[in-house]
């Protein structure tokens, strides 16, 4: 008789061995999983190097630029707002760090009598990548250029799963065959992967990771920087220049006259930015023109050049935000090039295309009404940085970038805006987009915490081929003050400004308006940038002591 709640002797012999059953499902489960990443890994490392060996896109990337055409306008509006720049390597981060949890879970299925499923798995994940490869926007010439990193990622990523699953998956049991008999079969074993060799799993996972860490190794030789391509471009001088670089004011903090263009602000679609060789470059003028053009890099060069001060506004820009610069353009006139082809009658319109497939449409009178709208081959004294759009972009003074700033653009249609729609309006942007007159603070910064005393607020003010007039702040509710202008360059350039207060303690408003040439006063009803441009006026909050 029993005096006591403890179970049977055979009956805690039981419960230990399920619990250690448990266990050793759970540590070969991770094995399981950790080998597949290792087998993505080492895919993904393959289809990287294929890709910068071709100039094709890697899976990732052409899944990435699916997921940016996809996703609806508020969420892109988001990422451009609250990311900026970090959005594209934070979606490939994302996409990687998806396939490497999926890959471990089919991974793990395999250690649980799975290894098809797994497998399996893992080779839809390659087909999608492949069949995205092939709608891809991509700046790859030929579709097998496009197709081959994602083919060898999709058979690579098949092998490598097949290869670390072999010896960690359990076998699967027949309908109605049970397990043999034997003294040391429990319960538990038909979870249990039968003939797991330890060392021949670390082995090939070890060579799977050292083939991985070997082709991202690989990939960084062969890519490269590609600044050769950049290195052979000598900026050409020009007879029509834009005289000396003015100095601007040299504050604490006000953004400088010219940008630098490292420091340029960049808003596009792609996660890989082209790299392509000016020797091969080529833009076709075709459409309602009479005379058909295929210009290379060097009949550019050759042609008229002119030089000009211009700054570029994105339409993603809120109020006060970033994503304004100036710099300093060289370029052939587009008009020119017009004039060569002879526009026909009726037309209104270009459609330019990027290397990637990438639309905007461009009003044809913007390009022919004397402003400085260039094919800019060098951008602040250098040939155009790839991000920017090298080996040759669009520049248009007086237009959102979405409408007219192509980069690295390759086919320039004349046409009429009823018989295509681009990129951008398709996604509700404005067909027609001129910039709208804008101001921003930059000193004081929001919640600054100032003395009392004399102190001086300033910023940028802009209204591209209008160019800008008057600058004036108020000080919380007060009257508007005009602020000192710095020297004008063009009415294609932002101003500089500078205002001199006398702060007094407490908490303060500063806010700013601008009034551009031709006496028309910023808005001051507030709109997001969606459809064609964000207004109002850019505030900040200071506490003075």
């Keep these: 008789m029993h005096t006591t709640d403890e179970p049977p002797r055979n009956n805690r012999a039981g419960i230990g061995r399920r619990r250690r059953g448990s266990r050793h499902r759970v540590r070969v489960a991770l094995v399981g999983a950790l080998g597949g990443i290792v087998a993505a890994g080492t895919a993904l ?16 990337d052409a899944v990435g630029v699916q997921v940016i055409d996809w996703s609806p306008g508020p969420v892109k509006d988001w990422a451009v707002r609250t990311l900026g720049t970090a959005d594209r390597p934070l979606l490939r981060v994302g996409i990687c760090t998806t396939l490497l949890v ?4 089919a ?33 790859a010439t030929t579709t097998y250029n496009r197709l081959l990193p994602a083919t060898i990622t999709f058979v690579a990523a098949v092998a490598a799963m097949a290869v670390v699953t072999r010896g960690v998956s359990a076998p699967t049991r027949r309908s109605g065959s049970p397990a043999e008999p034997g003294p040391a079969s429990t319960p538990d074993d038909s979870a249990q992967p039968a003939g797991f060799d330890r060392r021949r799993f670390l082995v090939t996972v070890s060579a799977l990771a050292v083939a991985g860490g070997g082709a991202v190794g690989a990939s960084r030789v062969v890519g490269g920087s590609g600044d050769e391509l950049r290195t052979r471009v000598r900026v050409p001088r020009v007879q029509d220049g834009a005289g000396p670089v003015r100095a601007g004011l040299d504050l604490p903090g006000i953004s400088p006259f010219m940008t630098q263009n490292e420091k340029f602000y960049r808003v596009d679609t792609l996660l890989q930015v082209p790299r392509i060789d000016p020797r091969q470059w080529e833009l076709r003028v075709h459409g309602l023109v009479g005379n058909e053009l295929r210009l290379s890099f060097d009949e550019l060069l050759r042609r008229r050049l002119i030089e000009r001060d211009i700054t570029l506004t994105c339409v993603s820009n809120e109020v006060g935000g970033p994503y304004v610069g100036n710099a300093r353009w060289i370029g052939v006139p587009i008009a020119d090039i017009l004039r060569e082809a002879g526009v026909q009658e009726g037309a209104d319109a270009v459609k330019s295309t990027s290397v990637d497939g990438l639309t905007i449409g461009t009003p044809l009178s913007a390009l022919t009404d004397g402003r400085d709208a260039i094919f800019a081959l060098a951008m602040n004294g250098e040939p155009l940085p790839f991000e920017h759009g090298f080996p040759v972009r669009m520049v248009v003074p007086g237009l959102y970038g979405y409408v007219s700033a192509t980069k690295w ?18 996604r509700g942007w404005s067909v027609e987009a001129p910039v709208k007159t804008s101001s921003r603070i930059d000193v004081p910064r929001g919640f600054a915490n100032l ?19 008057k600058v004036e702040v108020r000080i919380d509710d007060g009257p508007w003050q005009s602020a000192t202008l710095a020297p004008a360059d063009t009415t294609d350039t932002w101003r500089q400004w500078t205002y001199r207060w006398n702060a007094t303690p407490g908490t303060h408003k500063l806010t700013v308006r601008a009034t551009d040439g031709n006496g028309e006063l910023q808005a001051d009803r507030e709109a997001p940038p969606r459809p064609n441009g964000s207004s109002g006026l850019h505030n900040t909050v200071v506490m003075v002591s």
């Design 107 to 139: 991974g793990a299925l395999a250690t649980r009598g799975h290894r098809r499923t797994a497998i399996t798995i893992a080779g839809t994940l390659g087909l999608i990548g492949v069949t995205f490869a092939l709608v891809s926007r991509s700046a």
């Design 45 to 60: 490392a393959l289809g990287y190097l294929v890709a910068n060996l071709t100039g094709g896109p890697w899976p990732v």
């Design 409 to 426: 653009i390759v086919d320039f249609e004349v046409t009429r805006f009823r018989n295509f729609s681009a990129y951008w309006t398709d």
């Design 451 to 469: 003395r009392a005393g004399p102190t001086i607020a300033a910023g940028v003010a802009w209204a591209q081929h209008r160019g800008i007039s």
């Design 102 to 105: 999926i890959a471990a879970v």
